[in-house]
């Protein structure tokens, strides 16, 4: 199995920047792509961005220009760097490892007007 831990969320004012990062644990061999998605309060889950150990990164729409996923310097790390927040970004933000099942808990993003 694989466990995914967030951190890095919080309080920003529009405009401002958050970098998260997501480690795994586990059965980490497997993981060859990472995810994050977000939800906002009353909406569905919706992919933010996904990164694959061979190809170029993708983004929603939404945050193409503004956020960038990464790997870290450890295999089982992954980064979001998030600039020119804007209130609409405001969500919980989950990890997940495509086709293994797993999610982190989240870590909530909260951007003020």
């Known amino acids: 199995q694989v466990q995914l831990v967030e951190s890095g969320g919080g309080l920003v004012q529009a405009g401002g920047s958050l970098r998260l990062s997501c480690a795994a644990s586990g059965i980490i061999f497997r993981i060859n792509r990472m995810a994050w998605y977000r939800q906002a309060p009353g909406e569905q889950r919706e992919l933010v961005a996904i990164i694959s150990s061979g190809g170029a990164p993708n983004y929603a729409d939404s945050v193409k220009g503004r956020f960038t996923i990464s790997w870290g310097n450890a295999k089982n790390t992954v980064h979001l760097q998030m600039n020119s927040l804007k209130p609409e970004d405001t969500a919980v933000y989950y990890c997940?490892?495509?086709?293994?099942?797993?999610w982190g808990q989240g870590t909530v993003v909260t951007v003020s007007s």
């Open positions: 997940n490892a495509p086709g293994s099942g797993a």
